[in-house]
């Protein structure tokens, strides 16, 4: 079996982390191995991981290494992590290796390996100070301070990377703020991902979660700022993934590509879950060191939970928005004990949020009232028009057409596109920034 589009994220020191975010997902998670204090991975399950990964003939290698903190495994680990990686990569292989942090390890020394092996860095920020309190060191004391150094190293060093902002009820009631925040620093790249988090009452929330009304308020206010800002060169992922649904191209988060089958979570130890959101015991698929990832992924327990993932709600099927929506993630059901077919807990703010975005879209393509996004929508429209902006994943190599090149890690934004194209990187298969996340 191939998998030409599966994405692993790989958590080698699981939940465990070096700060204390009150909203923090991932912690429950330490309740599965409750007796390892501090998980780590080894090498040799690096190794496996790889082998086994490639085996299943991914079109673009996208390994993201996550937490918990990830950098907690040292950078020791990383650097056999990228000579494992360069053994197992057969010419011709584009790595795409992303790593999510806090920043509170990041240093001269760890940002010259980064940039120097084309990782893809994604940092934790919330917003400028004040909208950032939520993010804390286990003894309370802020984070701001640590984040705001870590972005000036990474600049330093120019190695790639773009800021993830949850929304929580610390920042929801901010967008402007948080835009003006990525202005004033700067920062091109960027994703914003809901704080949605269940509080162990059906279809409840915890406390620092947000509600539809909240989300779709915030997202379109952020929507509202980008397009006054007039400038393109900011990517924010989701926007992003509305203009690809704007010009019928296929967006990139899993969200909106009824897709849950193309990511596996592999744990410390070995074990391996569906998507980071569902790393729990009824959901494990297996031990690395036991089966092969194949086997896992065309084992019951996968497959049952891609049909179930996938499965749309019954109101959906009449949606005006499905083509785009396809009835969100599957966690913002399940994870919540929405019923099957249920409301989805977002669907108040989709709706709201697809009607101001694409009739906005409409309007700036017809009208340059903002005439540097005019002009970037007319760019694309001409280049989808004229089969020039080509989104759809790069034919797998053959064998006997792969250049006996040394493997190659991530391409950076200004090379040449490994699909063959002939366009820049960030103009083709590039075109979406994302690290480890597709929410
Ligand atoms: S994040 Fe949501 S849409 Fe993506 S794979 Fe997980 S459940 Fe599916
Ligand atoms: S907007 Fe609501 S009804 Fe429409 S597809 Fe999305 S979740 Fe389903």
Known sequence: ?????????????????????????YRPVGDLYPDVRRPRM??????????????????????????????????????????????????????????????????????????????????????????????????GEPAFDVAMRALEVLKKHRVEFNVLVVISQANVRHPDGVFEFLLENDLHFSQFIPCTEPDGTAGAVSEHSITAGQYADFMTALFDAWVE????????????????????LPPECCEYREDCSNLVTVEWNGDVYPCDFFVEERYRLG????????????????R?????????????????????CRGGCYRHRRKLGIAEDGVPYLCEAKVRIFDHVFSTLREIKQKPVRPRLHAFLDRIGRDVAAGRFEMRPPAAPQAQDRPAAAPRSRPQRNDPCPCGSGKKFKHCCGRVVGTSRRR
């Not at 079996?1 to 997902?25: E, F, Q, R, V």
């Not at 990832?293 to 084992?299: R, V």
């Not at 049952?304 to 785009?324: I, M, T, V």
């Open 304 to 324: 049952a939970f891609a049909r179930e993932a996938e499965h749309l709600p019954a109101l959906c099927k009449d949606c005006r928005w499905l083509r785009y």
């Open 229 to 248: 800002n007039d400038d393109p060169t900011y990517y924010i992922r989701r926007i992003d993934n509305w203009l690809h649904q704007f010009f019928d």
């Open 1 to 25: 079996m191939k998998k030409p589009n599966l994405g692993i994220l790989i958590k080698p020191a699981s939940s465990d982390c070096n700060m204390a975010c009150a909203y923090c997902y």
């Open 42 to 139: 080894s090498p040799g399950i690096v190794d496996v991981v790889c082998r086994q990964y490639l085996a299943l003939g991914p079109r673009e290698i996208k390994i993201g290494w996550q937490g918990g903190e990830p950098t907690l495994m040292g950078l020791d680990f990383f650097r056999q992590v990228v000579q494992i990686e360069g053994k197992h990569a057969r010419p011709g292989d584009c790595f795409g290796t992303s790593l999510q942090t806090n920043g509170v390890v990041l240093d001269d020394e760890w940002c010259t390996f980064l940039a120097a092996n084309k990782f893809l860095v994604g940092l934790s920020v919330d917003g400028p100070r004040q909208l950032n309190g939520v993010r804390r060191f286990p003894n």
């Open 287 to 302: 031990n690395v060191r036991e089966q092969t990832l194949e086997q896992m992924l065309s084992g019951p327990t996968f």
